[in-house]
Nanobody, 126 residues
Framework: QVDLVESGGGLVQAGGSLRLSCTSS????????VGWFRQAPGKDREFVAT????????YYRDSVKGRFTISRDGAKKTVYLQMDNLKPEDAAVYYC???????????????????WGQGTQVTVSS
């Protein structure tokens, strides 16, 4: 079990950048997979990106490839989501999620993650 704290959301103009952070308040993310999901108003929550913390294998939804980068710090306590060239359609509440039992076929599935943060708002003005 890990307690997740997100930060870094805010208001940015289209084309701008933000970096979100997901920090474990207790144990490290050693052995965990940490993902980012987002939910826009009136829409279902959707997968954005995920990172195998130990191997640093990453995986993205198609619409953010080349614009978003997921990474971690050396202490394995924080996972980042660097978001560049933001578009209005990227606006949403972003959630980080973590699990130490995610298998490859479920990397993008919300059900695979059993620890969730409270979310951080990202607003993109056009």
């Amino acid at each position: 079990q890990v307690d997740l704290v997100e930060s870094g959301g805010g208001l940015v103009q289209a084309g701008g950048s933000l970096r979100l952070s997901c920090t474990s308040s207790g144990r490290t993310f050693n052995g965990y997979t940490v993902g980012w999901f987002r939910q826009a108003p009136g829409k279902d929550r959707e997968f954005v990106a995920t990172l195998r913390v130990n191997s640093q294998y990453d995986y993205y939804r198609d619409s953010v490839k080349g614009r978003f980068t997921i990474s971690r710090d050396g202490a394995k306590k924080t996972v980042y989501l660097q978001m560049d060239n933001l578009k209005p359609e990227d606006a949403a509440v972003y959630y980080c999620a973590a699990s130490n039992t995610v298998i490859s076929s479920t990397l993008s599935s919300q059900r695979a993650y059993n620890n969730w943060g409270q979310g951080t708002q990202v607003t993109v003005s056009s």
